[in-house]
Structure formats: structure tokens, C-alpha cells
């Protein structure tokens, strides 16, 4: 009898635990996406103020740029990167601000007809 109360309350316990550690996940995970929005928002008012025929990027397409840029060893020697997927963040951070200018100028965001 003693030992079935035990079982009983260790059980409610574990149940308990695992409701807990749900419920934790699931706030973590809508923090996550809340934390992803803002950064996403961020970027696009970064975007938004930047004019097409300015040659300085946004700080975090910039950003991107930089750390994909040709690192020198100390004699001046290019050093090749291992991971050839990333020379292409720079084409497609350009192709991402070009097709959102383009859909801010559909939208009527900015003046019709001029690119730059």
C-alpha cells in the first residue's frame, strides 16, 4: 500500500515534470520566433532607408560581405576557403536587396519608375 502511493506519487511527478519541460519548450520556441521577427524587421527598415545606387550596404549585409571576403596570410597570399557554399551569400545578399526594392517599388514605397 505504501509503496503504491510512492509509485503513484512518482509518477505525478515525472507527469508533472514532462508538462513542465513542454511548456518550457514551447515559450522557448515562441521566443525564438519572436526574436527571429525582430531581427527580420530590423533588416528590412535597415533596407528600407538604404538607396540603391549607394555603394554601403546595410550593417548586416555588410556584415555578410566582410566575413566572406579573401582572407591574406602574412605574405599577402589569398587563402582559399574550404566551404565554397559560402562565396555565394554575397551574390544572393545583392539578389535579395534587388528583389525587395523591386517589390517596394510595386508596392508604391518610393517613387515609380526610378532604380537609382
Do not use: S
Amino acid at each position: 500500500m505504501i509503496f503504491q502511493k510512492i509509485d503513484q506519487q512518482q509518477q505525478n511527478i515525472e507527469r508533472d515534470l514532462r508538462h513542465k519541460r513542454r511548456i518550457a519548450q514551447l515559450e522557448a520556441n515562441r521566443i525564438g520566433r519572436q526574436l527571429a521577427e525582430v531581427g527580420e524587421q530590423h533588416r528590412r527598415e535597415q533596407l528600407e532607408h538604404w538607396e540603391p545606387g549607394n555603394d554601403v550596404l546595410p550593417a548586416e549585409e555588410q556584415y555578410f560581405i566582410d566575413k566572406d571576403a579573401p582572407r591574406y596570410d602574412m605574405m599577402g597570399r589569398q587563402k582559399l576557403k574550404k566551404d565554397r557554399a559560402k562565396q555565394g551569400r554575397i551574390e544572393r545578399a545583392i539578389i535579395r536587396t534587388c528583389q525587395e526594392d523591386q517589390q517596394g517599388f510595386k508596392q508604391g514605397g518610393r517613387e515609380e519608375g526610378l532604380l537609382f
